[in-house]
């Protein structure tokens, strides 16, 4: 599912298997995705053709028996064409 905010977008999902454990086996990611429009400086423009954001995916805190989880965080960068 994906919702707006009072500001950027928002999307949630889960990924199966997403970690592989040391032990064996495989934990779920938590992905989630958010962005919002902006100009040329990546300030907010609102309408602006451009969206900027980033993409976490996490594991869960006790996953694979690590008391820690597993964050991933990518920028990234979305462009209408066309």
Known sequence: ????????WIVH????????CETGGAVTGH???T???VD???QVLHGSP????????????GSCGKN???N??????LEKIG
Not at 1 to 8: A, E, G, I, S
């Open 72 to 77: 991933i965080v990518i920028p990234i960068r």
């Open 50 to 61: 451009v969206l900027a954001g980033c993409d976490k995916t996490r594991t869960d805190s």
């Open 13 to 20: 999902r889960d990924l199966p298997n997403w970690a592989p």
């Open 1 to 8: 599912p994906m919702y707006f905010t009072v500001d950027r």
């Open 35 to 37: 962005f919002y429009p």
């Open 31 to 33: 992905e989630m995705f």
């Open 40 to 42: 040329n400086d990546g």
């Open 68 to 70: 820690l989880p597993l």
